[in-house]
């Protein structure tokens, strides 16, 4: 792999190694842009089968964080971090507090939360090493509540674009993983009477779900298959790829995982087959308005309202996807970036 390349290609700023093999501490965090301010985005830990594979994941996510912020109209640039190693060890403190340096040394350019096999737990022990981190207690915590909160949004304005009625009520919905947005998600599905079908890797998870909102559980090979109004990915990303996109049978994706498409071509193969897709990073953008509410001090409130937004944004993303005959995601993309170009020509004045 030629890393250059690969940073160029994305038009990334930074990438940046720290290693600390007497704790089993391996991280690498990427910067993709910071136009709009500097950047943030959570620490994801997973057992990555090679550092390629991890260094292609973090600089996938970091640009998907320049979007996010771009298109949620909040003054962040695009960032990501990732530990490789198992994210169920209890060895947790030094590990996190290692990464808390590496993210010190970056001097303020970059802030991390938490993200998938992370919790709210490990940022207070990378705020030992640094004040770059939310997501903290006593700031606004886990940022899941939200993210959950604004792809329900999300995928009820998807059900008006379809359907012409935002009610979920009695619509059959698929949820691929059930971490900590999952769960909350399907909790405001079945409250509003969604029918759910759910699966996961872990089966503690599944039967949780499976209890407390009626759900049925799915083997995960018969996920993409199933007869159903929506599929909402909520685990890892590029479960839209070669394999599965024609195996969809369902008239809308709209989940809260990042990097959904494992390439661009898949949300044409979307839109030809005349499924909707609601763009990864503007669905799932509630996170991120939760943290930047830490940051400017706005209450709960505040946040929850704002993510609530995400159900106008999507609308408008899908008109602007109509009127220019494009699919949705790249709709998405062009307003994004036109944000972010609008805002690198402004000339400061000096007061």
């Not at 985005?41 to 991890?54: C, K, L």
């Not at 990464?99 to 970059?110: D, F, K, P, T």
């Not at 949004?153 to 691929?176: F, I």
Request: aromatic residues 8%; contains cysteine; negative net charge.
């Amino acid at each position: 792999m030629n890393v250059f390349e690969k940073m160029d290609a994305g038009g990334h700023e930074q990438l940046v190694f720290w290693s600390d093999p007497g704790i089993g501490y391996r991280g690498v965090i990427a910067i993709h842009d910071t136009t709009l301010g500097r950047a943030l985005g959570g620490t994801r830990f997973w057992n990555y089968s090679a550092t390629e594979e991890a260094v292609v994941d973090v600089l996938r996510l970091a640009e998907g964080m320049t979007y996010k912020a771009a298109i949620a109209g909040v003054n962040l640039g695009g960032g990501k971090s990732v530990i490789i190693g198992d994210n169920k060890t209890k060895r947790r403190e030094m590990i996190f507090r290692a990464h808390g340096r590496a993210v010190e040394s970056l001097g303020g350019r970059y802030v991390t939360a938490e993200d998938v096999g992370t919790t709210v737990d490990d940022m207070e022990y990378v705020r030992m090493e640094t004040e770059s981190v939310v997501g903290v207690y006593g700031g606004s915590g886990d940022p899941s509540p939200v993210t959950a909160y604004g792809t329900y949004q999300g995928m009820k304005a998807c059900a008006e674009r379809r359907y012409g009625d935002p009610a979920l009520t009695g619509r059959h919905v698929v949820v691929q993983g059930l971490g900590n947005v999952g769960y909350h998600l399907c909790s405001l599905l079945a409250e509003e009477g969604a029918r759910l079908s759910v699966t996961d890797i872990d089966p503690e998870r599944v039967s949780r779900v499976q209890e407390e909102f009626d759900a049925q559980a799915v083997e995960a090979d018969e996920l993409y298959g199933l007869d159903a109004d929506i599929f909402a990915p909520c685990a890892l990303g590029a479960v839209i790829n070669d394999e599965t996109v024609d195996l969809l049978n369902v008239d809308i994706v709209a989940g809260a995982a990042n990097n959904q498409l494992a390439e661009p071509r898949h949300g044409e193969e979307l839109e030809r087959r005349g499924i909707l897709y609601a763009p990864d990073y503007v669905i799932n953008a509630g996170g991120l308005i939760n943290v930047y509410g830490e940051i400017r001090n706005w209450s709960s409130d505040r946040s929850l309202r704002k993510a609530g937004e995400i159900y106008r944004t999507l609308l408008q993303i899908f008109e602007r996807a109509e009127e220019d005959g494009i699919p949705a995601a790249e709709a998405a993309d062009r307003v994004a970036q036109q944000r972010v170009d609008d805002v690198r020509k402004l000339h400061r004045s000096w007061v």
